[in-house]
């Protein structure tokens, strides 16, 4: 049965998380290792998540640890971080990172979001990525596509990433907590687009303010 438009956030963002958990199940992450996340989470910036995965790959074949990309040639490094766009501020970025994570955090990546938003371009969303798919931690990162569904539905009316992240923290229950930015991820690429959200096939805009308010009137359907 349908569910209403008039539910509550706290209904709908229940009935997201069974949908995306029946769905996409448990997405994994390129890595588990908490230095290996950072980094790859600073590569994804502004980035597709394809040449992300490519470049990824191609740097952990030969660099791995902090003290590899401190002692890391900055030349060899954009070279290696170039497909992804942005390469020479990335290399300068990662480099410093692995620098200040051996100077003030003995070579270990730190454990606490406000630690992490110390580190040379690490912001709230980078932070949680690393939190939660480095450190095993219950915590929702908020990239585009988090916080455009979390609006399209109606559980959020902002798009500042530190007060989505507020009320998704909120209203989430603990055990969806964690894979919910990786299945909100699929979500976005498969249907929920934010260019032209393919509500036509989604099972959700019973529940969905966007289709209410927007594409039902644009489309009739």
């Known amino acids: ?5 008039k539910s509550n956030p706290a209904d709908k963002i229940l009935v997201l998380c069974k949908f ?4 996409y199940g448990k997405v994994k992450f390129r890595t588990a290792d908490p230095f290996k996340v950072l980094i790859s989470t600073i590569i994804s910036q502004r980035n597709k998540d394809e040449l992300t995965d490519k470049t990824f790959k191609r740097m952990s074949s030969v660099l791995n640890t902090p ?7 900055i030349k060899r490094l954009a070279s290696l971080i170039k497909p992804s766009g942005f390469y020479n501020q990335k290399a300068k970025m990662i480099k410093r990172t692995a620098r200040m994570i051996i100077r003030d955090f003995n070579g270990e990546v730190p454990g606490t979001r406000e630690e992490l938003m110390k580190l040379p ?4 969303k980078t ?4 939190l939660s798919y480095g450190f095993g931690e219950k915590v929702i990162a908020c990239d585009t596509h988090v916080i455009w569904i979390s ?11 530190e007060k989505v992240r507020e009320r998704l923290m909120d ?10 930015n990786l299945q909100m991820v699929e979500f976005g ?10 509500c036509y096939m989604c099972e959700l805009k019973y529940i969905c303010n966007y289709y209410k308010n927007v594409y039902k009137k644009r489309y009739g359907k």
């Open 1 to 5: 049965m349908p569910v209403s438009y």
């Open 20 to 23: 995306l958990e029946k769905r």
């Open 67 to 73: 003290e590899d990309y401190a002692k890391a040639d």
């Open 121 to 124: 371009g690490v912001g709230g």
């Open 127 to 130: 932070a949680d990525i690393v």
């Open 151 to 161: 609006n399209a539905l109606g559980l959020v009316d902002s798009k500042d990433p």
């Open 171 to 180: 209203i989430t229950p603990e055990r969806y907590k964690r894979m919910l």
């Open 189 to 198: 690429k498969e249907i929920c687009l934010t260019s032209r959200p393919k």
